[in-house]
Antibody, heavy 124, light 106 residues
Framework: EVQLVESGGGLVQPGGSLRLSCSAS????????MHWVRQAPGKGLEYVSA????????YYADSVKGRFTISRDNSKNTLYLQMSSLRAEDTAVYYC?????????????????WGQGTLVTVSS | DIQMTQSPSSLSASVGDRVTITCRAS??????LNWYQQKPGKAPKLLIY???SLQSGVPSRFSGSGSGTDFTLTISSLQPEDFATYYC????????FGPGTKVDIK
């Protein structure tokens, strides 16, 4: 059974830092790209960051570029999101998400497994 | 960047109703369109990928159609467990979610 368990969320002051972790199990972690998606309270889903299976390629949404760093340790089956210079608008539930490729007359990417999310609150 | 819109933003329906949600991309994304269902306090769940392919384990009352810029998600006969928020997502160039459509009980 695939499991993604996030940790590291909490209350942090504006300008502060926080590191989220996501422990993965039930699949070959090193074979899949991974993502972070966030959801502000009462709002929709926002795509935040991605990392390739070997960690060699990363992507960041403009809203977090230069402030957040995604990384992974395939020996520990763990995904990370280092967040710095946090702002009130970064307050959200952060989901760790597994990438997949599904075939339908071609290969298509989708997010097939999500963690339960960890809440980050940026407030003084 | 590709922008996604959805309509309506919310709708009220009764059990047994046929429900249709529309998603539009700001440029052609071929069939690189996914649909997710999210219930309150829960993580999203993949329903449809490649615009019209049903994810394993998803009931057949859910269907998707469209290509290019215009897509629809249809629930043929709404069930009590279908009251949720639905999001479209493009996977043509990186990933972008639509703003969501909340389906609640009439």
């Amino acid at each position: 059974e695939v499991q993604l368990v996030e940790s590291g969320g909490g209350l942090v002051q504006p300008g502060g830092s926080l590191r989220l972790s996501c422990s993965a199990s039930g699949f070959t972690f090193s074979s899949y790209a991974m993502h972070w998606v966030r959801q502000a309270p009462g709002k929709g889903l926002e795509y935040v960051s991605a990392i390739s299976s070997n960690g060699g390629s990363t992507y960041y949404a403009d809203s977090v570029k230069g402030r957040f760093t995604i990384s992974r340790d395939n020996s520990k089956n763990t995904l990370y999101l280092q967040m710095s210079s946090l702002r009130a608008e970064d307050t959200a539930v952060y989901y760790c998400v597994k990438d997949t490729k599904l075939y339908s007359s071609g290969w298509y990417k989708a997010f097939d497994y999500w963690g339960q999310g960890t809440l980050v609150t940026v407030s003084s | 960047d590709i922008q996604m819109t959805q309509s309506p933003s919310s709708l009220s329906a009764s059990v047994g109703d046929r429900v249709t949600i529309t998603c539009r991309a700001s440029q052609s994304i071929s069939s690189y369109l996914n649909w997710y269902q999210q219930k309150p306090g829960k993580a999203p769940k993949l329903l449809i990928y490649a615009a019209s392919s049903l994810q394993s384990g998803v009931p057949s009352r859910f269907s998707g159609s469209g290509s290019g810029t215009d897509f629809t998600l249809t629930i043929s006969s709404l069930q009590p467990e279908d009251f949720a928020t639905y999001y479209c997502q493009q996977s043509y160039s990186s990933f972008t979610f639509g703003p969501g459509t909340k389906v609640d009980i009439k």
